[in-house]
T-cell receptor
Framework: KNEVEQSPQNLTAQEGEFITINCSYS?????LHWLQQHPGGGIVSLFM???GKKKHGRLIATINIQEKHSSLHITASHPRDSAVYIC????????????FGTGTKLQVIP | ETGVTQTPRHLVMGMTNKKSLKCEQH?????MYWYKQSAKKPLELMFV???????ENNSVPSRFSPECPNSSHLFLHLHTLQPEDSALYLC?????????????FGSGTRLTVV
């Protein structure tokens, strides 16, 4: 079992819908990242969180450290949001291991 | 363009071939990374270089050999690969060797071993 679990694995939405992608982790962390991977392969960093909530345009990321859970929300979804969204965490401690989730594949249909 | 450039974008090689993947960044970052992404699996860290010194090697088979001649360039030399090595190989860089600074990824090299 991966230390970082994402749900759902696949998601299809109509343009304009509100989308939520979830990430749960089982270790104590110092930081959590949400990443976006487009079909070409390149990965872009969307957010880094250690507490609370961050907003950038139509994207909102929240984290609950006590519950070991983070969500990525997309408001007014658009076909260009179609991508794989990956959650990654950095564990506490000297080694500071980085663990990635398997990703959520989002397709937004016009 | 993210500032991290990987070449080639696609590579098909036989099991007896020798090839190299190249990664280049001019972001002034001090740390560079090689990751492997296989279908339906999480990203796997292969190697980490900080200030041109290899600081992590995550039990990667010796048929993968990294090289970091300077802080802007990173290579992954490949020889006698197996079909299960087919994957997307991603290079990343960060200002320091810490996830808290965030990573900048390249677009990856899609490798197929036949």
């Amino acid at each position: 079992k991966n230390e970082v679990e994402q749900s759902p694995q696949n998601l299809t939405a109509q343009e304009g819908e509100f989308i939520t992608i979830n990430c749960s982790y089982s270790v104590g962390i110092s930081a959590l990242h949400w990443l976006q991977q487009h079909p070409g392969g390149g990965i872009v960093s969307l957010f880094m969180l250690s507490s609370g909530k961050k907003k950038h345009g139509r994207l909102i990321a929240t984290i609950n450290i006590q519950e070991k859970h983070s969500s990525l929300h997309i408001t007014a979804s658009h076909p260009r949001d179609s991508a794989v969204y990956i959650c990654a965490v950095r564990s506490l401690g000297g080694y500071q291991k980085v663990t990635f989730g398997t990703g959520t594949k989002l397709q937004v249909i016009p | 363009e993210t500032g991290v450039t990987q070449t080639p974008r696609h590579l098909v090689m036989g099991m007896t071939n020798k090839k190299s993947l190249k990664c280049e960044q001019h972001l002034g970052h001090n740390a560079m990374y090689w990751y492997k992404q296989s279908a339906k699996k999480p990203l796997e860290l292969m190697f980490v270089y900080s200030l041109e010194e290899r600081v992590e090697n995550n039990s990667v088979p010796s048929r993968f050999s990294p090289e970091c001649p300077n802080s802007s360039h990173l290579f992954l030399h490949l020889h006698t690969l197996q079909p299960e090595d087919s994957a997307l190989y991603l290079c990343a860089s960060s200002p320091q060797k810490s996830f808290n600074y965030g990573y900048t990824f390249g677009s990856g090299t899609r490798l197929t071993v036949v």
